[in-house]
Structures are given as structure tokens and as C-alpha cells.
């Protein structure tokens, strides 16, 4: 998959509890009635976590990144690496339909 015809993702934050939510959902998860706030995830995020699954067609490395100061937890395809450790830092970017990936910060 190519990366640069990816975007920084957009995270959501409630403006009245200011819990932050990823990906964005039309319904707000704190149950609270307002339009959130949308901001990209502009810093890298610190591998929590992560795994190998391998299919016929390869192999496909999966991380838990954190960003925010741990604040979100995102899983997904980690883009242009074989390989990923623990604390290892990546960018967390987004297609036009909605699918997101992990991508390295370097």
C-alpha cells in the first residue's frame, strides 16, 4: 500500500468532559449531547504492544500504539516495517473510506 496518498488521522474530544475518542463516531461515547472537537493526531505514539499474523498471502505486523500521553489506544496494520518493538514510535494515518494504519515516525 502506498502511504502517500494517506492522511494524519482526526481524533474526537467531548467539549464537556473532554474525554477523547478514536476513530471518530458520528454518536458521542460519554453520552454527552455536543459537537466534539476534531483535531489531528499530529505526534507520534509509543508501541504498547504488538503481533505477527500470518496469512497465505504473508505476514501482517499489528501494533497497540498510545497517543496522547495514553490517553487513545490504537490497533492496527503497521505500515512499511517487518519488524516493531516496544516503545517504538509511529504515526497513526487514515484513507478516505476510513481505514487506518500505523506508519513509522521515522
Given at each position: 500500500?502506498?502511504?502517500?496518498n494517506?492522511?494524519?488521522?482526526?481524533?474526537?474530544?467531548?467539549p464537556?468532559?473532554?474525554?477523547?475518542?478514536?476513530?471518530?463516531?458520528?454518536?458521542?461515547?460519554?453520552?454527552?449531547?455536543?459537537?466534539?472537537?476534531?483535531?489531528?493526531?499530529?505526534?507520534?505514539?509509543?508501541?504498547?504492544?504488538?503481533?505477527?499474523?500470518?496469512q497465505?498471502?504473508?505476514?501482517?505486523?499489528?501494533?497497540?500504539?498510545?497517543?496522547?500521553?495514553?490517553?487513545?489506544?490504537?490497533?492496527a496494520?503497521?505500515?512499511?516495517?517487518?519488524?516493531?518493538?516496544?516503545?517504538?514510535?509511529?504515526?497513526?494515518?487514515?484513507?478516505?473510506?476510513?481505514?487506518?494504519?500505523?506508519?513509522?515516525?521515522?
Amino acid at each position: 500500500m502506498r502511504i502517500d496518498n494517506l492522511v494524519r488521522a482526526i481524533y474526537a474530544r467531548c467539549p464537556v468532559c473532554n474525554e477523547a475518542t478514536f476513530p471518530v463516531h458520528p454518536l458521542s461515547p460519554c453520552g454527552h449531547e455536543a459537537d466534539a472537537i476534531l483535531s489531528p493526531l499530529e505526534d507520534a505514539g509509543e508501541v504498547f504492544s504488538w503481533t505477527r499474523t500470518h496469512q497465505s498471502d504473508g505476514a501482517t505486523v499489528i501494533a497497540m500504539t498510545d497517543f496522547l500521553g495514553g490517553e487513545l489506544r490504537v490497533t492496527a496494520p503497521v505500515l512499511r516495517l517487518d519488524d516493531v518493538a516496544i516503545g517504538d514510535r509511529l504515526f497513526v494515518l487514515s484513507r478516505d473510506d476510513g481505514a487506518f494504519f500505523l506508519a513509522p515516525a521515522s
